[in-house]
Nanobody, 115 residues
Framework: QVQLVESGGGLVQPGGSLRLSCAAS????????MAWYRQAPTKQRELVAV???????NYADSVKGRFTISGDNAKNTVYLQMNSLKSEDTAVYYC?????????WGQGTQVTVSS
C-alpha cells in the first residue's frame, strides 16, 4: 500500500515563505513524475509544479520565479519551496506521484497566506 504524506503547510504572512514536503511510503517503483497541485475554495484543482525523473520541471505561470520544486528519488520525496507568498496562493496543496502504471495522491496540506 503506497501512502503519500505531506507536511509543511500553515499560516504565513504575505511575502513569507513555506516549504512543503511529501514523502511516499510503501512499494513504489518506476516514478516518472512528481508534482504539486492546489485547490482553493470554489475553484478547480490546478497544477502548480511538476518535475520529471529526468530532472526537468514546469510551473504554473502564477508561481514562476517564486516557487521551486525538487525531488529526491532515493527517498521518494518531493519538495515545494514557496517564496514571496501572496494571498492568492491560499489553498490546499496536494502532492502527486506518477509511475508507469499508477498515480498516487496525498491527503493535502492547508496553506493560508494572510496578515
Amino acid at each position: 500500500q503506497v501512502q503519500l504524506v505531506e507536511s509543511g503547510g500553515g499560516l504565513v504572512q504575505p511575502g513569507g515563505s513555506l516549504r512543503l514536503s511529501c514523502a511516499a511510503s510503501g512499494n513504489i517503483f518506476g516514478i516518472y513524475s512528481m508534482a504539486w497541485y492546489r485547490q482553493a475554495p470554489t475553484k478547480q484543482r490546478e497544477l502548480v509544479a511538476v518535475i520529471t525523473s529526468g530532472g526537468s520541471s514546469n510551473y504554473a505561470d502564477s508561481v514562476k520565479g517564486r516557487f521551486t520544486i525538487s525531488g529526491d528519488n532515493a527517498k521518494n520525496t518531493v519538495y515545494l519551496q514557496m517564496n514571496s507568498l501572496k494571498s492568492e496562493d491560499t489553498a490546499v496543496y496536494y502532492c502527486n506521484i506518477g509511475t508507469r502504471t499508477s498515480t498516487y495522491w496525498g491527503q493535502g496540506t492547508q496553506v493560508t497566506v494572510s496578515s
